[in-house]
């Protein structure tokens, strides 16, 4: 594989990241909790997809969507409403323990083989054939986590609601105080979580056809590390941060020769607890920042 | 006098509860014994987990580390010598030669845990808040990616089996027992009071002069000691290991246990670990089908997973403080006590919005 090939394909990688990370850092942004049950979003999508296989592709999608939004919605009301005010370590444990039952769940209803999504696997022609390898579902990849996040960027600085989940970002308290609507604003955070989901459902299943039940959780944990690595704080880093772990990962992939290939997780933890040690609030955040604020 | 009667209680509480469960334990089938072993294991590796994330304050996905290094250690150097050349023929020769016995690889498995924890901690203990717990988690990942692929140091992905079985009933009731009186007497030493200042306000206890790093790196330390006994109890009961069995499904398990109880206090993670495990068993025995007096009960599989998640959900959002409110054996039965306990609860979880 060449060297452009291999930074293509850790591009792609990156973004599929920073789309899972932009929903973690917009849920943090508002309420300051830590969703780790978004990865089992991402894996009801993708089991919807396979679910409505016979549909035609434009409905599937959309009911892929409609589900994840759903979905997320759901939990915001079930499980984030109640913890309002706790801790992030607290949040991180309940949908730590929520994402295992509904792993259970889709272990007992979709089997423990997974099932194949073939949805878009036109997706994976190359593009250049030949000497390039780089296919075609890079460039969706790209494009689409391109879209939207200029749609997420037009919300966040042109629109009202925008403002105002910035605001509360910034600071809960004031931002209440000046009349900012909360419940909008986690609502809309928790909406385009769903839709994050569903967009990452719909592209990760293009390169990883078989939906498992842990097909969901192995995204959000990398994810999730490439959050903290970022810096949690900002939207701009933790987003920055999952790309940066997705690019590293998919780089070290190429590079470690075949049979080394095995510790992978290896070399890229190593990397993450460096990445802490030398920046303990994250990797675009300044040492002097506090470090306390979590 | 008040207050030995007190620590009476703090310390006798969980060993009664530790021998109430052994004696049940005893009258049982050899089949439903494994069982009852099974919880107070992992128990032991609860309290483990206490002494560092109670008293701390801090998350830490690594302790289940540990107990794979300490388990894999005890297992593979006391498995017959005569074997280890066929089923993990690269093994370093150290390994593949030394021959230790059960008990001195329970002590060993205490040592390589502290060790193992003490060196991590140097790196980690320098991180707070959801970083601490992702490195720790990084340790986690690390950990198993290297036992499952490494065939130098173990039996790579395949079972590790002939493992001599010694954690019987008694075995496993004594060491859950030590566990416990380890974790007590920390509790009362300075080292843990300072650490137990910093959980509650850390820039305070750094203003009067506290290591928030070197109390951290002790309490992980004897945590890890504790992780890795545990670990080593856990090879002798089963007899074989596999690294997913020491890994994401433990840490996640024993977590739960720990936060179900209560973090906050030594009772809250013995009631967690026994009281979630009794669960545990019995949602199992469940799938396989269960007689409740004339009423006969049967779940399909997979089931207990999905109760068991359910249920530590629940219990955390509607008490976040877990079943025993973090407090000790009987600590509310003193009022002067209770009332303190309300306060901090309220100063520990921010008001709602």
């Known amino acids: 594989m060449s060297a452009l090939g ?13 789309v899972v990370a932009v929903s973690v850092g917009l849920v943090f942004g508002v309420l300051r909790q830590v969703n780790l049950a978004q990865g089992e979003i991402i894996a009801f999508g993708a089991y919807s997809l396979w679910l409505t296989r016979t549909w035609p592709i434009v409905l599937s999608f959309l009911l892929c969507c409609l589900i994840c939004i759903g979905m997320s919605l759901a939990m915001q009301i079930a499980i984030f409403r109640p913890l309002r005010g706790a801790s992030a370590l607290t949040t991180l444990i309940v949908t730590f323990g929520l994402s295992y039952a509904l792993e259970a769940v889709w272990l007992m209803v979709f089997g423990p083989n997974g099932q194949p999504v073939s949805r878009l696997s036109i997706l994976n022609n190359t593009v250049l054939g030949g000497h390039v390898d780089i296919r075609w579902v890079t460039f969706a990849e790209i494009g689409i986590g ?26 809960y308290k004031t931002a209440r105080l000046i009349g900012v609507r909360i419940e909008q604003v986690v609502t809309v955070a928790f909406v385009f979580g769903g839709l994050s989901a569903a967009i990452v459902a719909i592209l990760a299943t293009v390169q990883t056809p078989l939906v498992t039940p842990d097909f969901g959780f192995n995204l959000i944990v ?5 959050v903290v ?15 940066v772990v997705g690019f590293v990962n998919s780089l070290l992939g190429a590079v470690i020769p075949e049979q080394q290939l095995v510790f992978l997780p290896t070399l890229t933890f ?24 979590v | 006098m ?10 006798g509480g969980p060993l009664l509860l530790i021998a109430l469960v052994a004696l049940v334990g005893s009258m049982m089938s050899i089949a439903q014994q494994a069982n009852v072993i099974n919880i107070l294991v992992t128990a032991t590796i609860v309290i483990g987990l206490y002494v560092f994330i109670g008293n701390s304050g801090v998350m ?35 390994l593949a030669v030394t021959k230790i016995s059960n008990l001195e690889s329970l002590l060993l498995g205490a040592l390589l845990g502290a060790v193992f924890a003490l060196l991590t901690g140097l790196v980690l203990m320098r991180l707070s808040g959801l970083a601490a717990g992702i490195a720790t988690f990084a340790v986690l990942e690390i950990t198993y990616d290297v036992i499952t692929y490494w065939n130098k140091i173990g039996p790579g992905a395949r079972t590790l089996a002939l493992v001599p079985v010694s954690t019987g009933l008694s075995v496993s009731a004594i060491g859950c027992g030590i566990a416990v009186l380890a974790a007590f007497l920390y509790q009362h030493t300075r080292s843990c009071r300072l650490l137990r200042a910093s959980r509650e306000d850390i820039s305070a206890a750094r203003g009067i002069g506290v290591s928030v790093f070197r109390q951290r790196l002790v309490a992980f330390t004897l945590s890890g000691a504790i992780a890795g006994f545990g670990g080593a109890l856990f090879v002798h009961e089963l007899g074989s ?14 977590l739960a246990m720990l936060v179900v109880g209560g973090s906050g206090s030594l009772w809250g993670a013995t009631v967690g670990g026994i009281g979630f495990g009794i669960v545990d068993v019995f949602l199992r025995n469940a799938e396989n089908g269960v007689a409740l007096g004339s009423l006969h009960l049967s779940i399909p599989s997979g089931t207990s997973t999905i109760i068991l998640g359910a249920f530590m959900v629940a219990v955390l959002i509607l008490l976040p403080r877990g079943v025993t409110g973090s407090r000790e054996c009987l600590e509310r039965f003193s009022m002067k006590r209770f009332s303190k306990a309300v306060r901090l609860d309220d100063q520990d979880v921010p008001r709602k919005p």
């Open chain 1, 229 to 243: 690595l970022g810096g949690i704080d900002s939207l701009g880093k933790a987003t920055a941060g999952g790309f």
């Open chain 2, 2 to 11: 008040k207050i030995r009667i007190r620590l009476v209680y703090e310390l």
């Open chain 2, 60 to 94: 830490s996905f690594g302790q289940i580390s540990f107990v794979a290094v300490a388990a894999f250690a005890a297992g593979i150097l006391t498995s017959p010598v005569a074997i280890r050349s066929t089923t993990m023929p690269q093994l370093f020769h150290f």
């Open chain 1, 270 to 293: 190593l990397f993450v607890i460096l990445v802490l040690l030398l920046r303990p609030a994250g990797l675009f955040v300044p040492n002097r920042a506090s470090v306390e604020r």
């Open chain 2, 241 to 254: 290991i596999q690294s997913s069995q020491v890994y994401i499904d433990l840490t996640f398990t024993t």
């Open chain 1, 222 to 226: 990398v994810a999730l590390v490439g």
């Open chain 1, 6 to 18: 291999d930074l293509v394909n850790a591009i792609s990688l990156g973004v599929i990241y920073a």
């Open chain 1, 146 to 171: 391109g879209l939207f996040f200029v749609l997420l960027l037009t919300v966040l600085y042109r629109t009202k609601v925008g403002a105002m989940m910035r605001a509360t970002a910034e600071d």
